[in-house]
């Protein structure tokens, strides 16, 4: 079984920039494939950004393209969401996810294990 703990989260200003990260327990980690979502209150969750196992492939909503960039650190069991140029609208809980499965990164039924959450606000 496979745990994911989100850390980094808080409170910035607009324009400015945090770091996300997820620690995986277990030793499935390094074949699966991870994804970030948020949500925002009231809102459905949606998907962030996503990356392969090997780390060679990224793909990204396009509400975040050019801001945010997704990586992996297979030696430490760790995803990173490195966050750029934040915007009030970015204001959410983020969620990290891990799958098994290679394809289809971006829908929410495609991941089987999910953190719970860490509180991403940027203020205006």
């Known amino acids: 079984q496979v745990q994911l703990v989100e850390s980094g989260g808080g409170l910035v200003q607009a324009g400015g920039s945090l770091r996300l990260s997820c620690a995986a327990s277990?030793?499935?980690?390094?074949?699966?494939?991870l994804g970030w979502f948020r949500q925002a209150p009231g809102k459905e969750r949606t998907f962030v950004a996503a990356?392969?196992?090997?780390?060679?492939?990224?793909y990204y909503a396009d509400s975040v393209k050019g801001r945010f960039t997704i990586s992996r650190d297979n030696a430490k069991n760790t995803v990173y969401l490195q966050m750029n140029s934040l915007k009030p609208e970015d204001t959410a809980v983020y969620y990290c996810?891990?799958?098994?499965?290679?394809?289809?990164?971006?829908?929410?039924?495609?991941?089987?294990?999910w953190g719970q959450g860490t509180q991403v606000t940027v203020s205006s």
């Open positions: 996810a891990g799958t098994a499965m290679t394809r289809v990164l971006n829908t929410r039924q495609t991941y089987s294990h």
């Open positions: 277990g030793h499935t980690f390094s074949w699966m494939s």
């Open positions: 990356i392969g196992w090997s780390g060679g492939s990224t």
